[in-house]
Structures are given as structure tokens and as C-alpha cells.
């Protein structure tokens, strides 16, 4: 019973790989080529196995032909399915990156830190003070009761001294604990004990009192000392240098009042205030350097002369941002917090 004429095998069989061709190249998934594979290759009934069956009517002659014929496009087909499944997979890979990286989506912006404002505030001031010719200096906040007190004549009995105004230290030696500072001017006698006048000098930095935090108080809060000492200098030249300051820092020509006050460390003394927007605001205290101050550290009071400064950086900070509650700079809130913007500052 031989009847398959082998040109028409041989055309089945090109066929058939043609075909294959196609339907191997438009796969574009797993899927997709799972089906085309069924197709061909399929066990029971692939193509390929059809054509195979033909094979068995072929005359005698020309089944060594017949049979190399299938075997050469059976190898063929099973080539192109390799190919095609590398081709799917290499794909699927490369539309998975593409996915992670959607490039049309919007980025998260990049949050930016702002320079608190109480450091901005320190850094404006030591810069206005910079150009009246004041060199900024840090001294430590622990200190001993020589600096905070006694070179300033604050002596032994007075209430600033109280245990309970000051947030003393256990140290071996209990006769002379040390403090963490309750002012700043401790720099004035740190900074007088090493240099010789002429000086100009300003020092912000943290200060430490047990007071009870409320709208204007804080256990922890900020000073601005400044310190002239020069041949000839009076009270005029300490109000000029903080009218330029008040000045400079907020704007316009800022009117500066004295009242007759009393530190120990100064002579005469006064406390600050200042003119704005229709208000007087208290500052802090300054006065003539004490002679005696002057003593204590070397200095020969018949001969240099100087005044002192203290001033709230939290007070003239409020002031200039509009802050009613100082407690607001240190509930780090950054809602808060990062409002305050001084134009020039980080
Ligand atoms: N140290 C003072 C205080 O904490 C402020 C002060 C007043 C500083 C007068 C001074 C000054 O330099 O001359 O209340």
C-alpha cells in the first residue's frame, strides 16, 4: 500500500517548518510558545507526528530520504522552539527591570533641613557683631565658681549663688562644686585672663537656670555677651554699639533705652530695652565693667576701662520671627520649626 509520493512528503514537511517558523517567531510569552510547542511538537498530535505517520507510506526507495528529510526539519523546528523560548525569556526579564524604573512617574522630592532658628539667630548676631569688630569666642558651659561667680563679684552670700537657682554638680570636692553656667559672662573673665586689652569680644552660647518653663522662661536657654575694653570708653560708645546692633538686626533705626539697674560686675549698670513696632521690649543688662572685676583679673582699673553686655538670643530671636512662646523653638516640631527663614542663612 505505497502511495505518498515523496515530493509531496518533502512538501509537507517544508511546510510544516515554515509554519513553525512563523508561529515560533510571533510567540511572545510563555504561554504563546507552550501552545506553539503543542502545535508542532506535540507527542500525540503534533504535527510533526502526523507528517511522521506519512512516512510508513512512502515506496520502499524513497524512505531513507523520506526519513532524513523528517529528521533534518524535526531538528529544525526543535531549534527554532530553543531559540524562541531564550528569546521569551531574555524578554520577560528585561520588561520586569523596566517596570521597577517607570521613568514617567513623578520623583519624591528631597526634603531640605533648615538651620534652626535659634542658630540662625546666634549666626546673624555674631556676624553684625563682626562688623562692628567684635571676634566671636565659646567658652565651656561646665564651669567653676571663680568664673561664674567670683571674678565677677558675686560673692559667696549673694542669691544668685542659691542651690536652687543654679544647677550645681556633685564633685569630689564638695566645697567647690562646679555649675553648669548660669550666664555667659563667665567668658568676659576667661577671655580677660589671657589676652591683654584692647578687646572686643562676643560669645553666644547655652545658659542653664532651674526656672520653670513657661510662654518666656526655659531651663535651658541663650546669651549674647559682648565685652569692649579700650582707652576712653563710656556709656555713649556701649549705647551706640547696641543701637547699630538692634539696628542691623531688625531693621530700620532701632531706638535703645537705659534704666538704672544694679550687677555686680558693672558699674554703672542698666538694663537694655528696646523700640519695636511701637514697643519697648527688655533685652537684657549692661553697664561699665567693675573695677573690681577688672582686679580680679590683672587688669589696672587706673588705666583700661570698658563695658559689658548681656542680651537673651530667645527674646530677640522671638521678637524678630514673631514668636509668642520661646518653649516653641524646643518642642521640635518641624511644622514649626522650619517657617523661620533668615534671607543669607543655610
Ligand atoms: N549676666 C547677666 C544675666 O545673666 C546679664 C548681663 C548684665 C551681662 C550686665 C553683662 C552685663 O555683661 O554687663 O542676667
Redesign the pocket.
Known amino acids: 500500500m505505497t502511495n505518498l509520493n515523496l515530493d509531496a512528503f518533502v512538501a509537507d514537511l517544508e511546510r510544516l517548518r515554515s509554519e513553525a517558523e512563523t508561529a515560533l517567531a510571533d510567540a511572545i510569552d510563555i504561554e504563546g510558545l507552550e501552545a506553539a510547542r503543542v502545535v508542532f511538537l506535540g507527542a500525540k498530535n503534533g504535527r510533526l507526528k502526523a507528517v511522521q505517520k506519512g512516512l510508513g507510506k512512502l515506496g520502499r526507495d524513497d524512505k531513507p530520504v523520506g526519513g532524513q528529510q523528517f529528521n533534518a526539519v524535526k531538528k529544525s523546528v526543535e531549534a527554532l522552539f530553543l531559540q524562541a523560548s531564550q528569546r521569551v525569556a531574555s524578554q520577560s526579564k528585561n520588561s520586569k527591570g523596566v517596570e521597577q524604573v517607570d521613568v514617567t512617574l513623578p520623583g519624591s522630592p528631597i526634603r531640605f533641613g533648615r538651620v534652626h532658628p535659634i542658630t540662625q539667630t546666634i549666626r546673624r548676631v555674631s556676624s553684625i557683631m563682626a562688623n562692628l569688630g567684635f571676634e566671636a569666642v565659646d567658652g565651656p558651659e561646665v564651669e567653676d565658681q571663680w568664673h561664674n561667680f567670683e571674678a565677677l563679684a558675686i560673692p559667696n552670700e549673694h542669691p544668685a549663688r542659691d542651690p536652687l537657682d543654679n544647677f550645681y554638680i556633685a564633685v569630689a570636692n564638695a566645697d567647690r562644686p562646679l555649675l553648669l553656667r548660669?550666664?555667659?559672662?563667665t567668658v568676659?573673665i576667661r577671655v580677660m585672663e589671657e589676652r591683654k586689652p584692647p578687646l572686643r569680644i562676643v560669645s553666644l552660647g547655652r545658659?542653664y537656670r532651674p526656672d520653670t518653663a513657661d510662654a518666656t522662661h526655659y531651663p535651658m536657654f541663650h546669651?549674647v555677651?559682648?565685652?569692649l575694653i579700650e582707652p576712653g570708653t563710656t556709656m555713649a560708645h556701649l549705647k551706640s554699639v547696641l543701637r547699630s546692633f538692634a539696628s542691623s538686626f531688625l531693621g530700620g533705626d532701632v531706638r535703645v533705652r537705659f534704666r538704672p539697674s544694679f550687677?555686680p560686675?558693672?558699674e554703672p549698670?542698666v538694663e537694655v530695652d528696646m523700640e519695636w513696632n511701637g514697643r519697648w521690649i527688655e533685652m537684657?543688662?549692661?553697664?561699665m565693667?567693675d573695677p573690681s572685676v577688672l582686679q580680679s583679673v590683672g587688669y589696672d582699673p587706673d588705666e583700661v576701662c570698658g563695658?559689658?553686655?548681656?542680651l537673651g538670643v530667645e527674646r530677640i530671636a522671638a521678637r524678630r520671627f514673631g514668636v509668642a512662646d520661646i518653649r516653641d523653638f524646643y518642642r521640635n516640631d518641624i511644622r514649626f520649626l522650619e517657617q523661620f527663614h533668615d534671607r543669607g542663612q543655610a
Not at 548660669?182 to 559672662?185: C, D, I, N, P, V
Not at 537684657?284 to 553697664?287: R, S, V
Not at 563695658?307 to 548681656?310: R, V
Open positions: 548660669s550666664q555667659t559672662s568676659q545658659v546669651q555677651e559682648g565685652l550687677f560686675f558693672t549698670s537684657g543688662g549692661a553697664g565693667v563695658f559689658a553686655f548681656g
